[in-house]
T-cell receptor, first 111, second 113 residues
Framework: RKEVEQDPGPFNVPEGATVAFNCTYS??????FFWYRQDCRKEPKLLMS???SGNEDGRFTAQLNRASQYISLLIRDSKLSDSATYLC????????????FGTGTKLQVIP | DTEVTQTPKHLVMGMTNKKSLKCEQH?????MYWYKQKAKKPPELMFV???????INESVPSRFSPECPNSSLLNLHLHALQPEDSALYLC????????????FGSGTRLTVV
């Protein structure tokens, strides 16, 4: 089983739709969780950290489910500019730092 | 200043060349990272510097040699690379090692011929 797994997609959704991605992780000792977005041939950019209580930033909501070992990203009212690859990042910090990137989920928002 | 600056943006080098990639940040971040990313793959961690000391080397071949001259600068020295080393090399920084999200530079797209 991969340490961090994501559905590669692509998710093709119409503008205005709501879309959700999940990311599962295998190490229950994981401590920090993040969502990044990466546009084609660009660097990853931090979208949001994921907190145990869940957190929201505008149209984006991130959730963490420690019992089932997954995090999720919900995007409401999708915009064309949301088209990108969304990378899940899990950090096993604590004595030995190891950050693992998921393979990413590609989102294409269509007019 | 909330940026990580990488130079050069593009680099083509022969297998016998020696070149260096540079990375700079002025956000006061104490951890800096080198990642390698191949097309359609996630970034792969190469090296981590924490408080200017090398804390992680992810079994990277010795033809890649990192250097952290001070808390704002990170270099990656390249020597005798192979064509399969062609990739996007990303530098990143964070406030502390592992606890916070990263800020990535825009990367150096390296082609080894």
């Amino acid at each position: 089983r991969k340490e961090v797994e994501q559905d590669p997609g692509p998710f093709n959704v119409p503008e205005g739709a709501t879309v959700a991605f999940n990311c599962t992780y295998s190490n229950s000792a994981s401590q920090s969780f993040f969502w990044y977005r990466q546009d084609c041939r660009k660097e990853p950019k931090l979208l949001m950290s994921v907190y145990s209580s869940g957190n929201e930033d505008g149209r984006f909501t991130a959730q963490l489910n420690r019992a089932s070992q997954y995090i999720s990203l919900l995007i409401r009212d999708s915009k064309l500019s949301d088209s990108a690859t969304y990378l899940c990042v899990v950090d096993y910090s604590g004595g030995y730092q190891k950050v693992t990137f998921g393979t990413g989920t590609k989102l294409q928002v269509i007019p | 200043d909330t940026e990580v600056t990488q130079t050069p943006k593009h680099l083509v080098m022969g297998m016998t060349n020696k070149k260096s990639l540079k990375c700079e940040q002025h956000m006061g971040h104490r951890a800096m990272y080198w990642y390698k990313q191949k097309a359609k793959k996630p970034p792969e961690l190469m090296f981590v510097y924490s408080y200017e000391k090398l804390s992680i080397n992810e079994s990277v071949p010795s033809r890649f040699s990192p250097e952290c001259p001070n808390s704002s600068l990170l270099n990656l020295h390249l020597h005798a690379l192979q064509p399969e080393d062609s990739a996007l090399y990303l530098c990143a920084s964070s406030q502390e090692e592992g606890l916070y999200g990263y800020t990535f530079g825009s990367g150096t797209r390296l082609t080894v011929v």
